[in-house]
């Protein structure tokens, strides 16, 4: 046998193993992996995410975050003209009206209330986005339980509601409310990890046939803008380096893979940001120069607002920020295997 | 994350220390229990990791001021109440010896005291930046509740 139909036939059991996998990630995705697994569920699931790109709408939010027995609220205006134009303008309460969130073919500007631009994102890389998503829909489906809860009406409109069930216990989890006729996400109740309501949020009208004003997207100038945090360009990215050696945790709770990490610079220093997830929640792990701003501390944690618990503690030089909605003592686990951390339990 | 009614026992599990009922019942739940099979994976290689590592030696002079002390005239005085002569005086400067070195494999074993309680409320301002960028990327995932991380990101009325 010549070296060309060697070669052809490593390339054809090459191709033939690929295309295993990936009818195994696809069934893995789309079937049932269990007793009780709903594969409607995982749908109708499914669906609503590809439909956050695919359908315009108008409306407006109602936003909840419960945290020390309160409950803290929010109100919205939402546009999105499909694919990928959407813009988060709040109104009330008076301290958060005219802050606002548009982002636009991957670039991302939000404005505060003064109209000052407090962040700018550039595409990061363009197209992997897609790979990124398709690997947490994989982990998702590993590490949740998609469960139909029934039916009920937001906005007016008919909604079916599932439920992501972590399959290990403690794991924050969600419960959606998905419109029957766009597959569009009505409302949705972030539980966290002790299973308490944490987050909802709610559409109280909704648009499906909107028209929109060249004016609904404009921002206001923002002159002499200082972003603050920052992610380089893409032409700009090369030519940055970090000035350490990042540090990485040798701990992550079960069912949490590394996702990705990108530098960014907040007013000009530079820093890293590793983030994690199970497929459905997020760990952040900030790596930074100790600067005067740095935690004097050994630690400091601190939770409530609805964000979760942060976790902040200096060794080696830098600063670090562990934000997760985890448990206190997971945080910690994951903080003590960053090399030079070893004494946080 | 580990059951915290099987956390406690990991150790004891992998030490060989569980009555036989106790055993059985953690080596039935590790069957079924990832994280704490995870877990108890960690500590038995926490465990070699330790043994591979020689133990760091004894100051030169620390048993020597050990048993100066026990020696000591004040300290044979009060050793009289248990023995007599110098035999008792080196027998205690031994137990002192092996109830220091006991002490100290405990608090390796129970690690360094606790760093402190969770505050409740949002952490200083230096931390802002960092808990904005989490909530925004995590944000921009699928069946993310953006406005409620936005919100949270940003409940200090966006200070830049």
């Known amino acids: 046998m010549n070296a060309a139909r060697c070669r052809a036939r490593q390339g054809r059991r090459v191709r033939i193993a690929a295309g295993i996998a990936a009818a195994l990630a696809w069934t893995l995705l789309l079937g049932g992996t269990g007793a009780g697994e709903a594969p409607a569920a995982w749908d109708l699931l499914f669906r609503a995410i590809a439909a956050d790109r695919k359908v315009s709408y108008r409306g407006t939010q109602e936003t909840e975050l419960f945290a020390g027995g309160e409950a803290r609220r929010s109100q919205s205006l939402v546009l999105h003209r499909a694919p990928d134009v959407l813009r988060i303008e709040y109104v009330a ?32 890389r363009p197209g992997q986005g897609e790979g990124l998503q398709a690997r947490r829909l994989l982990l998702l489906r590993v590490n949740y339980r998609a469960e139909l809860q029934g039916r009920g009406t937001v906005a007016g409109r008919p909604a079916a509601a599932a439920a992501l069930v972590p399959r290990a216990a403690g794991n924050p989890w969600r419960k959606l409310w998905v419109d029957e006729a766009t597959a569009l996400i009505l409302q949705n109740e972030g539980y966290d990890a002790t299973g308490r309501l944490a987050t ?11 028209r929109f004003r060249p004016t609904d997207f404009a921002l206001p100038a923002a002159a002499g803008a200082d972003p603050g945090m920052v992610h380089p360009g893409p032409g700009e990215r090369e030519a940055q380096r970090l000035p350490f050696d990042p540090l990485l945790p040798g701990y992550l709770p079960p069912g949490y893979v590394f996702e990705e990490g990108h530098l960014m610079e907040h007013h000009g220093v530079p820093a890293l940001h590793l983030a994690f997830t199970d497929g459905l929640n997020t760990l952040s792990l900030f790596e930074a120069g100790a600067t005067a701003s740095a935690p004097a501390e050994a630690l400091s944690m601190h939770q409530g607002d609805g964000f979760g618990m942060v976790l902040r503690w200096a060794a080696r030089g830098l600063a670090f920020t562990l934000v997760g909605d985890l448990p206190a003592g997971e945080l910690r686990k994951i903080a003590g295997s960053v090399p030079g951390a070893e004494g946080i339990r | 994350m580990v059951c915290p009614e099987f956390a406690e026992r990991l150790s004891a599990y992998l030490d060989g220390e569980l009555g036989e009922d106790e055993r059985e019942g953690m080596a039935a739940h590790l069957t079924a229990c990832a994280a704490c099979r995870v877990a108890l994976a960690a500590l038995a290689r926490l465990g070699d990791l330790l043994r591979a590592t020689p133990a760091p030696p004894l100051g030169e002079d620390l048993a020597p001021g050990l048993l100066a002390q026990v020696t000591a005239p004040e300290a044979r005085l009060r050793l009289r109440w248990f023995g007599h002569g110098r035999r008792t005086a080196v027998a205690a400067a031994g137990l002192v010896l092996v109830l220091a070195g006991a002490s100290a494999l405990l608090l390796w074993r129970a690690g360094p005291p606790e760093p402190g309680p969770v505050m409740a409320g949002r952490p200083p301002a230096a931390a802002e930046p960092y808990l904005r960028e989490h909530a925004v990327y995590a944000a921009g995932q699928p069946l993310a509740d953006r406005s409620s991380l936005l919100l949270t990101s940003f409940g200090r009325g966006a200070e830049r």
């Open chain 1, 200 to 210: 909802r949020s709610r559409f109280t009208a909704i648009d499906f046939a909107p």
């Open chain 1, 93 to 124: 309460p008076p301290p958060l009206a005219g802050l606002v969130v548009q982002e636009e073919s991957g670039l991302q500007r939000i404005l505060n209330p003064a109209g000052e631009l407090v962040r700018a994102a550039h595409p990061w």
